[in-house]
């Protein structure tokens, strides 16, 4: 049973340019979360997908923002025209409806110069 | 809204100490989840426990244990004979249950450092 990956790993990128996380789930979990973290602090939620539906987008994610499920699998998050207030460890989880536990993947930390 | 409070920012001991983390709440749902993650130096987070509200009994697993006070809204963490491989960030976090969107609202995290 393979847990929650996430590529890539780490990004480097220069303010204005466009950026693409992936993370695949562990494959039986139809719960999907993005959360992202910065230094010293709790991650935050960001979205949420059921299967291939966005079901709920905080407040923090703004319109630069997007995420998609398609087919229920792997997801993508997607920022564009980064600003250096998006550096932070972006990280994604996911859990089965029967036991609601989440479980982490390694996270994106991306840098913004 | 839903709030989760570490008070304890850092806290160190010396192995084969005993040490608790503390963790107080804030929900107004009767139906809710409380998690511990770990977060050890390589960044991921590791799950630990999910409790249910409903559910007030104390858990062990084998050196962990769970104190969950609805009475004090806390659910409290003590590792028993500290282990230098206990060394990391603690995090303590709350889902409400809405529509099975189970998102979590973390606590900004304990660091533990266990001193050899």
């Known amino acids: 049973d393979t847990g929650v990956s996430q590529d890539p790993r780490h990004k480097i990128t220069k303010r204005g340019q466009n950026v693409t996380f992936r993370c695949d789930p562990i494959?039986?979990?139809?719960?999907l979360y993005w959360y992202r973290q910065t230094l010293g602090q709790g991650p935050e939620f960001l979205t949420y997908?059921?299967?291939?539906?966005?079901?709920?987008k905080s407040r923090l994610l703004s319109d630069r923002f997007s995420a998609e499920r398609p087919k229920g699998s792997f997801s993508t998050l997607e920022i564009q025209r980064t600003e250096q207030g998006d550096s932070a460890m972006y990280l994604c989880?996911?859990?089965?409806?029967?036991?609601?536990?989440?479980?982490f993947g390694p996270g994106t930390r991306l840098l913004v110069l | 809204a839903q709030k989760v409070t570490q008070a304890q920012t850092e806290i160190s001991v010396v192995e084969k100490e005993d040490v608790t983390l503390d963790c107080v709440y804030e929900?107004?749902?009767?139906?809710?989840?409380l998690f511990w993650y770990k977060q050890p130096p390589s960044g991921e987070l590791v799950f630990l426990i999910r409790?249910?509200?409903?559910?007030?009994q104390n858990e062990i697993s084998g050196r962990y244990s769970w104190n969950f006070q609805k009475s004090t809204s806390s659910f409290n963490f003590t590792i028993t004979a500290s282990q230098v491989v206990d060394s990391a960030v603690y995090f303590c976090a709350l889902s409400e249950r809405n529509f099975g969107n189970e998102k979590l609202t973390f606590g900004t995290g304990t660091r533990l450092t266990i001193i050899p």
């Open positions: 494959s039986e979990h139809n719960r």
């Open positions: 989880a996911s859990s089965h409806e029967a036991s609601g536990a989440q479980y």
């Open positions: 929900t107004r749902d009767t139906t809710y989840y």
């Open positions: 997908f059921q299967n291939e539906a966005q079901l709920e």
């Open positions: 409790r249910n509200s409903f559910d007030e």
